[in-house]
């Protein structure tokens, strides 16, 4: 017995089939969501929105080894992989003051101690 509904044409496939792609582009467009300049939150700024891609080459990897991804394989081990992080700038948009720091406190014995002051 064959189908009579809508959904098993293939004319409706199709249109189900655009309507995920055009969701899944619009998901992950990433020209909308990245700066032009990469830079970390330096003095005066919140950290926004950064992709885990503009932190490292293998942040899968990263990711993966922090979650603990295959941690418990005994038979065959995942290696170690280093980080491959990128080393971004600090954007600042206030300068701060230099800290200075006193000389230490140097107490002298046989100082007489005022209590009545």
Do not use: C, W
């Not at 309507?19 to 990245?34: E, G, L, P, V």
Request: charged residues 20%.
């Amino acid at each position: 017995m064959t189908s009579t509904r809508n959904k098993n044409t293939s004319g409706d496939y199709h249109l189900e089939q655009k309507a995920y792609i055009s969701r899944y582009q619009n998901i992950m467009d990433t020209t909308k969501q990245t700066a032009y300049t990469k830079t970390l939150p330096g003095n005066g700024l919140l950290i926004g929105k950064m992709p885990s891609r503009d932190l490292a080459n293998n942040y899968v990897d990263i990711e993966s080894q922090l979650f603990g991804v295959g941690s418990t394989n005994l038979v065959q081990p995942l290696p170690y992989i280093p980080p491959d992080i990128h080393n971004l700038p600090s954007l600042n948009i206030i300068d701060k003051t230099p800290l200075i720091i006193p000389q230490k406190l140097i107490v002298e014995p046989k100082q007489r101690v005022n209590y009545l002051n």
